[in-house]
């Protein structure tokens, strides 16, 4: 797995946080240094634009570029959803086919170079604030820099942007999957805490309930494929969901999601660590923000969960320094899922000792401090 070098534990209790409020492209800003800001406070706003994608169909599907016409699934002027099949082609028994990247317009098909192209219009954008505070700093044309306190809960991958709620526990154990049968009308618009895992037919409930986020252990990758790329008409090949945002990035997730989900360990089934857990179960009720992007491309980005509060005076907590006594997460493909307490920091291992009363030596690269 990747690391995020953040230097902060994975919980940070009663402290400052500063966060950037930023448009991915030029608009007007709402706001001015002193204003005070709630979670659905506009910030910024832009305009709509459109935008022209090429898609290389020809050599992805493996044909001669002046066969492309051929093999497209609607005539030029059609619309697709993201996802959606623009070509294919039978090969024996089986079908290969290309998904548009985005929604958009087939406007043109080039048979020199066997591409095609696909114009999207996106609508006007909104930029809120997500959460409680001050705007400290503005960022001309794209937005301000928030100063809020409180809590803030990293996860390790995210879908689905953003949004606000109160959070609910749907699971009374940390090691402990929600299933459909438990999803309750009442969620409606809320972040429920979920424990280890969902299923497909778990998070299909969620969507129809209508609950706006999920903080959730682990996922099965599969799974969460199926419901994010499912749900736009066409689900998508692993290779083609996990596409490069960059040749040098393992990967960047921006995929819309009919709901936001944050995971907190990773993906199989991994029980939520039980820190982890705890802490966010003790403010139910509680209206909380999250923050879904993930990124560990050129700007390394994790999601993040912020709980609205009072900072501490000389909070030390905010460190990830390892010292004896800290509960940490053990981050390595033998150890995953495990968490326990640094017994002994050596020269470069640290010893853990698990909730058993087994110890291991672990890399300090292997383990993150959890608060």
Same mark, same amino acid.
């Given at each position: 797995?990747?690391?995020?070098?953040?230097?902060?534990?994975?919980?940070? @209790?009663? !402290? &400052?946080?500063?966060? $950037?409020? /930023?448009?991915?492209?030029? +608009?007007? =800003? %709402?706001?001015?240094?002193? *204003?005070?800001?709630?979670?659905?406070?506009?910030?910024?706003?832009?305009?709509?634009?459109?935008?022209?994608?090429?898609?290389?169909?020809?050599?992805?599907?493996?044909?001669?570029?002046?066969?492309?016409?051929?093999?497209?699934?609607?005539?030029?002027?059609?619309?697709?959803?993201?996802?959606?099949?623009?070509?294919?082609?039978?090969?024996?028994?089986?079908?290969?086919?290309?998904?548009?990247?985005?929604?958009?317009?087939?406007?043109?098909?080039?048979?020199?170079?066997?591409?095609?192209?696909? @114009?999207? !219009? &996106?609508?006007?954008? $909104?930029? /809120?604030?997500?959460?409680? +505070?001050? =705007? %400290?700093?503005?960022?001309? *044309?794209h937005g301000a820099i928030v100063r809020t306190s409180g809590s803030r809960v990293f996860g390790v991958i995210g879908f689905g942007g953003e949004t606000t709620?109160?959070?609910?526990?749907?699971?009374?154990?940390?090691?402990?999957?929600?299933?459909?049968?438990?999803?309750?009308?009442?969620?409606?618009?809320?972040?429920?805490?979920?424990?280890?895992?969902?299923?497909?037919?778990?998070?299909?409930?969620?969507?129809?309930?209508?609950?706006?986020?999920?903080?959730?252990?682990?996922?099965?990758?599969?799974?969460? @494929?199926?419901?994010?790329?499912?749900?736009?008409?066409?689900?998508?090949?692993?290779?083609?969901?996990?596409?490069?945002?960059?040749?040098?990035?393992?990967?960047?997730?921006?995929?819309?999601?009919?709901?936001?989900?944050?995971?907190?360990?990773?993906?199989?089934?991994?029980?939520?660590?039980?820190?982890?857990?705890?802490?966010?179960?003790?403010?139910?009720?509680?209206?909380?923000?999250?923050?879904?992007?993930?990124?560990?491309?050129?700007?390394?980005?994790?999601?993040?969960?912020?709980?609205?509060?009072?900072?501490?005076?000389?909070?030390?907590?905010?460190?990830?320094?390892?010292?004896?006594?800290?509960?940490?997460?053990?981050?390595?493909?033998?150890?995953?899922?495990?968490?326990?307490?640094?017994?002994?920091?050596?020269?470069?291992?640290?010893?853990?000792?698990?909730?058993?009363?087994?110890?291991?030596?672990?890399?300090?690269?292997?383990?993150?401090?959890?608060?």
């Amino acid at each position: 797995m990747w690391s995020f070098p953040t230097l902060e534990p994975a919980i940070v @209790r009663g !402290s &400052s946080f500063v966060i $950037e409020r /930023r448009l991915e492209r030029a +608009g007007d =800003v %709402e706001v001015r240094v002193g *204003d005070s800001v709630e979670p659905h406070t506009v910030v910024a706003r832009s305009g709509s634009l459109e935008k022209t994608t090429t898609v290389f169909v020809a050599s992805e599907l493996g044909i001669a570029n002046d066969e492309v016409r051929r093999r497209l699934t609607r005539p030029i002027g059609s619309s697709f959803e993201a996802g959606e099949e623009i070509a294919r082609v039978r090969r024996g028994l089986r079908t290969a086919a290309v998904t548009a990247p985005l929604a958009g317009v087939l406007t043109d098909v080039d048979d020199a170079n066997g591409t095609v192209v696909l @114009r999207a !219009s &996106s609508a006007s954008t $909104e930029l /809120r604030a997500l959460v409680d +505070g001050v =705007v %400290e700093r503005v960022i001309p *044309d794209h937005g301000a820099i928030v100063r809020t306190s409180g809590s803030r809960v990293f996860g390790v991958i995210g879908f689905g942007g953003e949004t606000t709620g109160r959070l609910v526990v749907g699971s009374d154990r940390h090691d402990r999957e929600l299933t459909a049968d438990q999803v309750r009308d009442t969620w409606k618009g809320t972040i429920v805490l979920t424990g280890m895992t969902v299923g497909v037919p778990t998070l299909q409930r969620l969507r129809q309930v209508g609950v706006a986020g999920i903080i959730v252990g682990s996922l099965a990758e599969a799974d969460i @494929r199926r419901f994010v790329s499912g749900s736009a008409g066409s689900e998508q090949s692993t290779a083609a969901f996990w596409r490069m945002g960059a040749p040098s990035a393992p990967f960047i997730a921006l995929h819309d999601a009919p709901l936001v989900v944050i995971v907190t360990e990773g993906f199989g089934r991994i029980p939520m660590a039980e820190p982890v857990f705890t802490f966010l179960r003790q403010h139910e009720g509680t209206t909380i923000s999250m923050q879904a992007t993930t990124s560990v491309a050129e700007r390394l980005s994790r999601p993040e969960i912020y709980i609205p509060g009072s900072a501490e005076a000389n909070n030390d907590r905010t460190s990830d320094a390892l010292r004896i006594g800290r509960p940490v997460r053990l981050i390595d493909n033998a150890h995953l899922g495990m968490v326990g307490v640094v017994a002994d920091v050596l020269h470069d291992t640290v010893s853990v000792e698990l909730p058993n009363g087994a110890r291991r030596t672990m890399q300090s690269a292997n383990l993150e401090v959890l608060t």
